[in-house]
């Protein structure tokens, strides 16, 4: 499996440019394909669990040839209730080998999280900070161990 850790760089990109999105967009693929290994091959809703961390809950939204769209979350207990943190919804575009934050749930828990999405407008920067996220929150999954296989 490839590492995008092992990528070599043809060209030094900028942050927050059109070509360093489009390299994000491929380090979130690269990320998801450890999450999920089949993901071309996936349907329904999984939970990953680990020791130490919080339940995932993945389900897959809609599936064609090209695309697969899904939503990736942790359910937490709250004293108002049940709380979706982060809530992410993500294309993942098979045939370009990338994967990109559709949305992001309006109601995040986390200051750092409220405070990237608060800073920019412009769509680059919504895209760009989304997708930062997302390969964030991707590298701490494959961190802490979490795998989905369709069993």
């Given at each position: 499996m490839l590492l995008d850790s092992l990528l070599v760089p043809e060209t030094?990109?900028?942050?927050?440019s059109f070509v360093g999105l489009m390299s994000l967009?491929?380090?979130?693929y690269l990320r998801l394909l450890r999450l999920i290994p089949e993901i071309d091959r996936?349907?329904?809703?999984?939970?990953?669990?680990?020791?130490g961390d919080c339940e995932l809950f993945i389900e897959v939204i809609e599936t064609s040839r090209y695309t697969v769209t899904l939503s990736l979350t942790y359910h937490l207990s709250t004293n108002e209730g049940l709380l979706s943190d982060p809530d992410m919804m993500v294309r993942v575009y098979l045939d370009g080998q990338q994967a990109e934050v559709?949305?992001?749930?309006?109601?995040?828990?986390?200051?750092?999280?409220?405070?990237?999405?608060?800073?920019?407008?412009?769509?680059?920067d919504r895209r760009w900070r989304f997708n930062v996220i997302l390969n964030k929150w991707l590298e701490y999954l494959s961190d802490q161990g979490h795998l989905i296989l369709d069993h």
């Open positions: 030094i990109v900028s942050p927050k967009y491929e380090s979130n996936i349907d329904g809703c999984f939970r990953s669990r680990v020791a559709l949305a992001i749930g309006e109601r995040q828990r986390h200051a750092a999280l409220r405070r990237l999405i608060l800073e920019h407008k412009e769509e680059l």
